[in-house]
């Protein structure tokens, strides 16, 4: 079983859940209990796709993944 890469950027914790995939979940919030997931960033062909919890059915694309990631920094 492979190991999942968790790191923390910008201020959020990124944990790989699949080669393609990254939950982000927001690090100043978990210490408080509040709800820690911000939303999922997936790797297509050239760029990254957000997904932000709470905006259902909104994407956006960007070209880098700190940019993906940055969206979700809010």
């Not at 790191?7 to 990254?22: A, D, N, Y």
């Not at 509040?34 to 960007?62: C, K, Q």
Request: hydrophobic share 40%; aromatic share 10%; charged share 35%.
């Amino acid at each position: 079983m492979k190991t999942r890469t968790r790191f923390v950027r910008l201020g959020l914790e990124v944990l790989e859940i699949s080669e393609r995939e990254w939950r982000i979940s927001d690090t100043a919030v978990m210490s408080l209990g509040e709800p820690p997931v911000r939303g999922f960033i997936r790797a297509l062909d050239s760029m990254f796709e957000v997904t932000e919890i709470g905006r259902p059915g909104r994407r956006t694309y960007y070209r880098d993944f700190d940019a993906a990631l940055r969206e979700l920094r809010h």
